[in-house]
């Protein structure tokens, strides 16, 4: 009887439907892209095969990684007729739909996972033994590549003979010919394939190694991050109960109301936001879960989630109803993704964004009464809340939940928020006006506190802490000057805090070119010095500060200078400077000399008048001389009578520095 093509015989068919191996390239040789996806794959598979163990050994040095199962092995007929059948679908034959030992519902289903292979490896030895059958061969990815290119429709693979004599039962491959950078370390890729599977461990009876050590659930590695945590079912209870930092837990119905089917699983929330970051491993995400492995890398990217919640989102979904053996195949070619416009996906998507929801609002409630507790810890903090009105009272409440909602990523983000946020509530309570608060979602908050900075009591609360921290930056000084320490401690000193030369100067950034440059003219200078005037020179910076070019000089403190010293050397200074910036453009940048000294000029006490005369010629040049002593006495007059007029702003400031010396917030 001749063969029929649709419902015509083959020899009087017109038209013919041929596949080319170059298929290959579409489901395997160019799909996967991770070794740990790969490795599911094989993983995958000796679960079908009833395997108990599955081992992975990685060699470095051979660059190689080999997979062995236990499980029931191929006999000949199996590798032909199953495992090189591209697209062998085991489901349709209902005798197949549970492994023959244990039972298990199969994972596999479409006939092409092992073609992952393909994508990690140019060299795949597959040996496997069945009723003491073996089988071996060879798949050589360049090969197959140039049968591809001759248009070739089959692909034999070689025929192996050195069958491994350890291998009495069960399946082993051999991946050479490495193409991606798998050298990750051991416990990363423990770590990656403990997150993908969720049937390791005893209640299985399956068990996985990596280089001779068993995966374990805690292998995954946020479990000790979780916060708070929502469970669907037994699943979802047992991985709580693998949590040792849970502050809350809320049991959920996993009943999709629409359809009637059931999910198992969790969802929880992590700490802080950085807790979601994991080396190259984003773990802000939602898996799904079918039958044991992931089907899903993601599913929070397909909602438009925008709270600021989300981004501390964690979680497993298991649906197996997606992967039912009389429904149709929804997962993708890549079996990474789901078929979107399924009725069952639809339906699962819909139950997650109510759940979503809910979690929103209690994480909402639960970061806002956690808020509360840890600022009043510091006693300032709690003694000012306290003083509060029972209205005013919730609006603090409001706002410390506020801020323990945002993706703050360090402690002194934190402790800075805190700040100017009790700085704005102070502002508003002051102008009547804290309803403004209310309207104040989180992720806007900072920027929202920000603004209060520009304002005069805010404004005078802050000043007031940089003038403190600037009196202890003088007594450090003082305490320097008088200990006698090395001249260039305290130049340093000076350089760093420019403002004790002049308030009016500020540290700048963004001149170590011309630095480099100044410093080569000056080096040019001393070679022209005298011993003696080398020996009298300790030290010597130049910086851009204020528009104006300075240069600092620093002389011992016992050393007495004259005048006309002073004059000398500083305008070699000035001149070599002079020179440089004209070279760049800056003919008419201003420059000053600063000499800082310890004693007294000679010709000050020597002469009438010595000390103006002096002041008058050196400043006909751009110089000027100031004493140790002199420049703390100023600096400390200048900031102690501003703090002096400041008290008032004394009250907030005390809350202000109590959150600073909190240890932790």
């Known amino acids: 009887m001749s063969k029929m093509a649709g419902n015509v015989p083959e020899q009087l068919a017109l038209y013919r439907m041929t596949l080319s191996l170059n298929v290959l390239n579409h489901l395997g040789i160019n799909l996967y892209s991770n070794v740990p996806s790969v490795l599911s794959e094989v993983v995958a598979n000796a679960w079908d095969a009833d395997a108990q163990v599955v081992r992975v050994e990685i060699d470095a040095k051979a660059e190689k990684i080999t997979i062995t199962d236990d499980g029931h092995g191929m006999s000949r007929e199996d590798v032909n007729g199953k495992f090189l059948m591209v697209g062998y679908r085991r489901r349709d034959n209902s005798t197949e739909r549970l492994t023959p030992k244990f039972k298990r519902a199969v994972m596999g289903r479409k006939g092409i996972g092992k073609l992952s292979l393909f994508s990690i490896a140019n060299c795949i030895d597959v040996y496997s033994t069945k009723d003491q059958q073996r089988s071996a061969f060879r798949m050589d990815v360049q090969d197959i590549k140039e049968k591809i290119s001759e248009s070739i429709t089959s692909y034999f693979p070689l025929a192996l003979t ?93 009943i999709l109301a629409d359809s009637g089917f059931t999910v198992t699983g969790w969802i929880g929330t992590v700490r802080e936001s950085g807790d979601l970051k994991d080396g190259t491993d984003n773990l802000n995400k939602i898996l799904i879960m079918v039958r044991g492995k992931v089907a899903q890398e993601d599913v929070l990217d397909t909602f438009t989630e925008g709270g600021i919640y989300s981004k501390y989102l964690i979680g497993e979904i298991h649906a197996d109803f997606l ?124 920027a929202f506190t920000m603004i209060f900075k520009d304002l005069d009591d805010i404004e005078a609360t802050l000043y007031h802490q940089i003038v403190s921290e600037r009196l202890q930056i003088i007594q450090a000084l003082e305490n320097k000057v008088e200990a006698n320490e090395r001249e260039k401690i305290i130049q340093k000193h000076l350089f760093v805090h420019l403002w004790l030369l002049d308030p009016s100067w500020e540290r700048v950034t963004g001149s170590e070119y011309m630095e480099k440059q100044a410093s080569k003219e000056f080096g040019d200078i001393d070679a022209k010095l005298t011993p003696k005037e080398l020996e009298g020179r300790i030290d010597l910076k130049y910086r851009v500060t204020s528009g104006k070019h300075l240069i600092i000089e620093l002389k011992r403190a016992d050393r007495i200078l004259t005048t006309a010293e002073v004059l000398e050397q500083g305008s070699k200074y000035r001149s070599a400077l002079r020179k440089l910036l004209n070279a760049t453009g800056q003919k008419r940048a201003p420059i000053e000399v600063v000499c800082v000294v310890g004693r007294p000029l000679q010709d000050w006490e020597d002469e009438e008048n010595g000390r103006d005369e002096s002041a008058r010629a050196l400043d006909e040049k751009g110089i000027r001389v100031v004493m140790y002593q002199e420049l703390i006495e100023n600096a400390h007059r200048a900031y102690k009578s501003y703090l002096e007029k400041k008290q008032e702003a004394g009250r907030i400031l005390k809350i202000i520095q109590s959150i600073d010396d909190q240890e932790s917030y």
């Open 323 to 446: 992967d039912a053996d009389d429904q149709e195949d929804i997962a993708t070619s890549g079996r990474q993704r789901i078929i979107e416009d399924d009725p069952r996906y639809k339906s699962l998507l819909h139950f997650l964004q109510g759940e979503l929801k809910n979690i929103q609002n209690q994480w909402t409630t639960l970061r806002n009464t956690k808020g509360e507790k840890v600022a009043l810890e510091i006693p300032a903090v709690k003694e000012w809340f306290t003083s509060l009105s029972q209205e005013n009272k919730a609006r603090a409440r409001s706002l410390f939940g506020k801020i323990n909602q945002l993706t703050l990523s360090s402690e002194p983000d934190r402790k800075r928020l805190l700040k100017h946020s009790i700085l704005a509530f102070e502002s508003l309570r002051y102008r009547d006006n804290l309803q403004a608060l209310d309207a104040v979602s989180p992720e806007h908050l900072d």
């Open 162 to 254: 050195d069958f491994p004599p350890d291998l009495s039962v069960g399946t082993r491959i051999v991946l050479s010919g490495l193409k991606k950078t798998i050298w990750q370390a051991e416990t990363a890729l423990r770590k990656r394939l403990a997150r993908r599977f969720s049937i390791i461990g005893d209640a299985h009876d399956f068990a996985i190694e990596v280089n001779g050590t068993p995966i374990v659930v805690t292998d995954r590695d946020y479990f000790h991050r979780i916060q708070f945590i929502w469970t669907y079912d037994d699943l979802g209870n047992a991985i709580a109960a693998q949590c040792p930092n849970i502050e809350n837990i809320q049991k959920r119905d996993g």
